[in-house]
């Protein structure tokens, strides 16, 4: 069985691991698959669109099960906050989605991402870091390294799995 990550970034393929061990004859395969949505993208059902875009894309590219993992940021009333999606698609056409870890954003990042700048180039400029993205990530900044960017989107691939599991042994 192939299974498909739409993304070639370090942090996302690390973070898909419980497929491949819950799938024991399961191959990962790393596709670069285009979100379709904005390069930074600016709510939650954008990022969401993004992860399903990506996870679709993969079963498009011949794996049984794809996954999509998004980072975004979304408005509320009291600031910018960072936003994660998965997405889980197979060939039988399932898609399952699910959202990961919140933070309040500081005001100059917020700034910048209002200035049209992407949050990954704004992390690497604010760490000395340009492959910060595809390591700790602005969730491993804010939290001070109690959470990188492959863990948050374990969590989420973790539900994912639970999901699609759930769904297949109705």
Same mark, same amino acid.
């Given at each position: 069985m192939r299974i498909g990550i739409g993304s070639e970034n370090p942090a996302k393929i690390e973070a898909v691991r419980p497929?491949?061990?819950?799938?024991?004859?399961?191959?990962?395969?790393?596709?670069?698959?285009?979100?379709?949505?904005?390069a930074q993208p600016f709510s939650d059902e954008e990022t969401k669109e993004g992860a399903i875009n990506r996870a679709k894309d993969c079963v498009k590219q011949g794996a049984e099960i794809g996954l999509g993992l998004e980072g975004g940021v979304?408005?509320?009333?009291d600031g910018m906050?960072?936003? %994660?999606?998965?997405a889980v698609a197979d060939?039988?056409? %399932?898609?399952?989605s699910a959202?990961?870890?919140?933070?309040?954003?500081? %005001?100059d990042v917020v700034q910048g991402l209002k200035q049209g700048k992407e949050l990954g180039t704004l992390m690497g400029e604010l760490t000395n870091d340009p492959e910060i993205r595809k390591k700790d990530g602005a969730i491993g900044v804010f939290t001070s390294g109690m959470l990188s960017?492959?863990?948050m989107f374990l969590h989420i691939a973790t539900i994912l799995l639970g999901q699609y599991v759930y769904n297949l042994n109705k």
């Open positions: 497929f491949i061990m819950y799938f024991k004859d399961a191959k990962l395969v790393s596709y670069s698959s285009d979100s379709l949505v904005s979304m408005e509320m009333a906050y960072l936003c %994660n999606w998965g060939s039988e056409g %399932n898609i399952f959202a990961g870890a919140r933070i309040l954003l500081p %005001n960017r492959s863990e």
